[in-house]
């Protein structure tokens, strides 16, 4: 009798879906980096301009969440953004012991070649998907994300 073969699921138990969910996030990241690196912009500075732009956050503490950065590091990356001329820090009115994050000017015009980066690298990283392929893919992980959440 041959031996049972591990299900996906079993293997994802014995932490193959972490490494492969993983692996998948730092494929990402070094996808973007390489085509933001022309407008002299990482990973995730891109990342908080177009959170700003979609309107996903404008604190500190939202930025800490998206891409689960302790405020230390946060306040340093959005302070290297700030030199570079993209955001700003203004004054919370509602809390005045916080600031809110808008882009500037500056970082309005540099959103959509950013954005076009982004697009090149994702096109690339979703090749020979169908549209249906990409949206499966969205919804289930997706789905992770909710139960990951649930915990």
């Known amino acids: 009798m041959s031996p049972v073969k591990p299900t996906v699921l079993d293997r994802f138990h014995t932490g193959e879906l972490g490494f492969m969910v993983t692996s998948v996030r730092n494929s990402i990241h070094e996808a973007l980096e390489r085509e933001l690196a022309p407008f002299e912009l990482t990973t995730p500075q891109y990342v908080v301009l177009n959170c700003l732009a979609k309107g996903w956050g404008r604190t500190l503490s939202d930025f800490c969440r998206v891409l689960a950065y302790d405020s230390g590091a946060m306040t340093r990356l959005l302070d290297r953004i700030v030199a570079k001329g993209f955001i700003r820090r203004v004054e919370n009115e509602a809390d005045r012991r916080s600031y809110l ?36 893919l969205h919804k289930l992980l997706s789905r992770l994300l909710v139960n990951a959440a649930a915990d």
């Open 101 to 136: 994050i808008e882009l500037t000017v500056q970082g309005q015009a540099a959103l959509p070649q950013a954005l076009a980066a982004a697009e090149v690298a994702m096109q690339r990283l979703l090749a020979g998907f169908s549209e249906g392929d990409a949206e499966t």
